[in-house]
């Protein structure tokens, strides 16, 4: 916590970070905070001020910009309060990037050129096309060695035309960077310009588990990591899941690979013999139409289970010349699929005017028209609608 004045307060608006309309508040400048603003690839903090929560911290110029929700009197008194587990769990995550990078270089000579520090994971971009997974290994037990060895970290000021400051490691200063520059080391590791916030001691990383690295921009890799009380969230995630997979596969955790193949087999055999199955009533509901002495100029069919093969299958055997069919697959309370197939003329009639009945979207040629559907429910109204055609093509029936 931390005391201090509110300088000033303007009316503004925010946008959302997952997106959606943006939200009325307040912009506050304060004499003084102890809220991070976003930046150098670090997240803001959140926090109060008094009982109003901070929505947003953004820097402009030298200043901090706290975001919130109501309006506070420029030249009050207020009490800061610091969202400490937001804080300590970005402190984690920014020095062990720090540490990632310092060793990454040192052992293999990968520049580190960017990196993200996102709501699941970290991310470090190396400036190397490869990274293999031995390499990997061997990092993460050299960075877990130097928290071991409970390493410090500080942090200096320094002037920005210091000589010293061209020898620390450093991506450049924003263009609207005034004062002094901040040092952060890691003591006989790694010196690095840095404006975002740091653990005291490497121990206070706890530890570091790199999840391995992903393909980046051209000749990049990214590498991804966890720090300190993310690892342990991540082996709780982990073990749960455990406990679930032993308790539905009846079996042990060094087991559940071989169960799970064993399933995706069995399913497999399944979903062909239900195909064939699919395929052999659509047979015979074809061949049991044509058996009808009396032929029909509309056919009318809805399954819940089948797909557009078995709808095709049943066009193909029944023949669509002189006949119109009509044909539904799925759930009849949410969305399917449909197929209108018959004269080529009818069907291009027809098919758009289907489709927007049934609330979907579709395609057709050569006498079939079928897509989605999201209203199954209005198959009925489709029914009246083709059968009106009908009755106006062929006037005496």
Same mark, same amino acid.
């Given at each position: 916590?931390?005391?201090?004045?509110?300088?000033?307060?303007?009316?503004?608006?925010?946008?959302?970070?997952?997106?959606?309309?943006?939200?009325?508040?307040?912009?506050?400048?304060?004499?003084?905070?102890?809220?991070?603003?976003?930046?150098?690839?670090?997240?803001?903090?959140?926090?109060?001020?008094?009982?109003?929560?901070?929505?947003?911290?953004?820097?402009?110029?030298?200043?901090?910009?706290?975001?919130?929700?109501?309006?506070?009197?420029?030249?009050?008194?207020?009490?800061?309060?610091?969202?400490?587990?937001?804080?300590?769990?970005?402190?984690?995550?920014?020095?062990?990037?720090?540490?990632?990078?310092?060793?990454?270089?040192?052992?293999?000579?990968?520049?580190?050129?960017?990196?993200?520090?996102?709501?699941?994971?970290?991310?470090?971009?190396?400036?190397?096309?490869?990274?293999?997974?031995?390499?990997?290994?061997?990092?993460?037990?050299?960075?877990?060695?130097?928290?071991?060895?409970?390493?410090?970290?500080?942090?200096?000021?320094?002037?920005?035309?210091?000589?010293?400051?061209?020898?620390?490691?450093?991506?450049?200063?924003?263009?609207?960077?005034?004062?002094?520059?901040?040092?952060?080391?890691?003591?006989?590791?790694?010196?690095?310009?840095?404006?975002?916030?740091?653990?005291?001691?490497?121990?206070?990383?706890?530890?570091?588990?790199?999840?391995?690295?992903?393909?980046?921009?051209?000749?990049?890799?990214?590498?991804?990591?966890?720090?300190?009380?993310?690892?342990?969230?991540?082996?709780?995630?982990?073990? %749960?899941?455990?406990?679930?997979?032993?308790? &539905? =596969?009846?079996?042990?955790? $060094?087991?559940?690979? #071989? *169960?799970?193949?064993? +399933?995706?087999?069995?399913?497999?055999?399944?979903?062909?013999?239900?195909?064939?199955?699919?395929?052999?009533?659509?047979?015979?509901?074809?061949?049991?139409?044509?058996?009808?002495?009396?032929?029909?100029?509309?056919?009318?069919?809805?399954?819940?289970?089948?797909?557009?093969?078995?709808?095709?299958?049943?066009? %193909?055997?029944?023949?669509?010349?002189?006949? &119109? =069919?009509?044909?539904?697959? $799925?759930?009849?309370? #949410? *969305?399917?699929?449909? +197929?209108?197939?018959?004269?080529?003329?009818?069907?291009?009639?027809?098919?758009?005017?289907?489709?927007?009945?049934?609330?979907?979207?579709?395609?057709?040629?050569?006498?079939?028209?079928?897509?989605?559907?999201?209203?199954?429910?209005?198959?009925?109204?489709?029914?009246?609608?083709?059968?009106?055609?009908?009755?106006?093509?062929?006037?005496?029936?």
């Amino acid at each position: 916590q931390f005391t201090t004045r509110v300088v000033s307060c303007r009316a503004a608006e925010l946008r959302p970070e997952g997106g959606g309309e943006p939200v009325r508040g307040f912009q506050v400048v304060l004499e003084d905070t102890i809220l991070f603003p976003e930046g150098g690839g670090q997240p803001d903090d959140r926090g109060l001020i008094g009982d109003v929560p901070v929505l947003r911290v953004t820097r402009r110029g030298p200043e901090a910009v706290h975001f919130v929700p109501a309006a506070l009197e420029p030249g009050a008194e207020v009490l800061l309060s610091l969202d400490w587990e937001r804080r300590f769990d970005h402190m984690q995550q920014h020095s062990g990037q720090h540490l990632i990078s310092a060793i990454a270089e040192q052992m293999f000579g990968f520049k580190t050129t960017s990196w993200e520090l996102g709501r699941q994971r970290g991310v470090i971009e190396l400036d190397t096309p490869l990274v293999t997974a031995e390499q990997v290994t061997a990092l993460e037990k050299s960075v877990n060695e130097k928290i071991r060895d409970r390493v410090p970290v500080t942090v200096r000021e320094l002037a920005a035309d210091d000589p010293e400051v061209e020898t620390v490691r450093s991506r450049g200063l924003p263009d609207d960077h005034v004062g002094p520059v901040r040092v952060v080391d890691i003591e006989g590791i790694d010196s690095n310009l840095c404006c975002g916030t740091h653990v005291s001691n490497l121990s206070d990383l706890q530890v570091i588990k790199l999840l391995g690295v992903e393909k980046g921009k051209k000749n990049k890799t990214n590498l991804v990591f966890l720090v300190g009380n993310r690892v342990l969230k991540s082996i709780e995630q982990s073990h %749960n899941t455990e406990k679930a997979l032993t308790s &539905l =596969l009846k079996n042990g955790p $060094g087991e559940h690979v #071989e *169960a799970v193949r064993r +399933l995706q087999s069995s399913v497999k055999l399944l979903q062909k013999n239900n195909l064939n199955l699919l395929r052999d009533i659509a047979v015979l509901i074809a061949r049991d139409f044509k058996s009808k002495p009396a032929p029909r100029q509309l056919f009318v069919l809805h399954r819940k289970e089948g797909d557009s093969e078995f709808m095709n299958i049943i066009a %193909n055997e029944i023949g669509t010349e002189e006949t &119109l =069919l009509f044909l539904t697959v $799925g759930d009849e309370k #949410e *969305a399917g699929l449909f +197929l209108l197939a018959g004269p080529v003329e009818a069907v291009e009639n027809l098919g758009p005017r289907v489709a927007e009945l049934l609330g979907g979207k579709g395609a057709g040629k050569r006498g079939r028209f079928q897509g989605k559907a999201a209203k199954m429910s209005r198959r009925g109204e489709v029914q009246v609608l083709l059968q009106e055609f009908i009755s106006h093509q062929n006037p005496e029936g």
